[in-house]
């Protein structure tokens, strides 16, 4: 700055400069908002491919649409920001692993989304903890209204899928804060391998923090979400906050493995109201399009 310049803005009378630092922060407050509200809803698309040894040659290629975590959340009226990146990829399955509501008075958005993912492709659902923390009657309304719009509900059940000659399984399992009695994983695990010996096995299971009990019971693919990637995603690390409200916790985003089982887990599309999940950082919800290729 000249001397020039200093002193007319020493002859600026006190209020003009104490409105122009007002303005000056005032900008800077609504930039820093609007920064942070990207960060919370700014929607992306992450395409990744997993090389999975067992998988079918036919099922080379295969497209899938993974969505979780939506917490009630709407992209555009009738979600036609989320849908219209869903339709862009050109999936072959859509499948929705949990947490698609928080609250029974967001079941009023579901006819819309499931009408507008199922016209793009077969769509597949599994439950999560929150849609059971709404309560039993919300998840016997939900079901039976995804149904009714088109999605087949995989509650602790199974589906063969058809490509190209071959074949494969696509089993869903509900949350663990559904009913004590249900079918267990390895239950069901037992039941496809005893039905469907040697197929391969895509499993819908809400809680990425219950990979290993699904290797365990021989599941060659998992998908899940619950996570949220971590709330708050920082180099050399995979999140800042777990979904059991640890520190640094693991599995949050993206693919792991387990013996000859993988995980590929969605950081998610919402927020919920939760302290330290109610928020993102560095870590935008996502629609991932996974692209499958035999080993």
């Known amino acids: 700055m000249t001397a020039n310049n200093r002193e007319q803005r020493a002859r600026l009378p006190l ?18 908002a609007a920064w942070f509200h990207w960060q919370c809803w700014g929607l992306m698309t992450t395409r990744a491919e997993l090389t999975l040894d067992r998988l079918p040659a036919g099922f080379d290629g295969f497209k899938i649409i993974h969505l979780s975590d939506l917490h009630g959340h709407e992209y555009g009226e009738g979600n036609a ?16 692993t949990g947490d698609l509501i928080d609250q029974a008075a967001q079941l ?12 793009i492709a077969p769509t597949y659902y599994v439950t999560g903890n929150h849609e059971w923390a709404t309560g039993t009657n919300t998840v016997r309304a939900l079901k039976p209204l995804l ?33 004590g009695d249900q079918k ?7 039941e496809i391998g ?14 990425n923090t219950e990979f290993e009990r699904y290797a365990a019971a021989g599941f060659d693919l998992v998908l899940s979400g619950h996570g949220h990637g971590g709330i708050v995603r920082l180099p050399f690390t995979d999140g800042l906050v777990g979904a059991n409200r640890q520190f640094f916790p693991t599995h949050m985003a993206g693919p792991y493995a387990e013996g000859n089982s993988t995980l590929y887990v969605s950081r998610g599309l919402g927020n919920n109201t939760t302290p330290f ?8 919800p996502e629609v991932v399009s996974l692209t499958l290729r035999a080993g």
């Open 15 to 32: 209020g003009l400069r104490v409105l122009r630092a007002a303005v000056i922060l005032a900008a800077v407050a609504a930039l820093g």
């Open 81 to 96: 920001g989320l849908l219209e990146r869903v339709a862009a990829e050109e999936p072959d399955v859509i499948v929705m």
């Open 108 to 119: 009023d958005m579901i006819p819309a989304l499931a009408d507008g993912l199922t016209a």
């Open 147 to 179: 149904s009714g719009h088109g999605v087949t509900v995989l509650t602790n059940r199974y589906e063969i899928l058809e490509r190209n000659g071959d074949q494969i399984v696509l089993a869903g399992v509900d949350d663990p804060n559904g009913f």
């Open 184 to 190: 267990t994983p390895e239950e069901l695990a037992a």
């Open 194 to 207: 005893t039905e469907q010996p040697g197929l391969y096995t895509v499993l819908l299971a809400h809680r």
């Open 277 to 284: 999940t109610g928020f993102r950082l560095f870590n935008r």
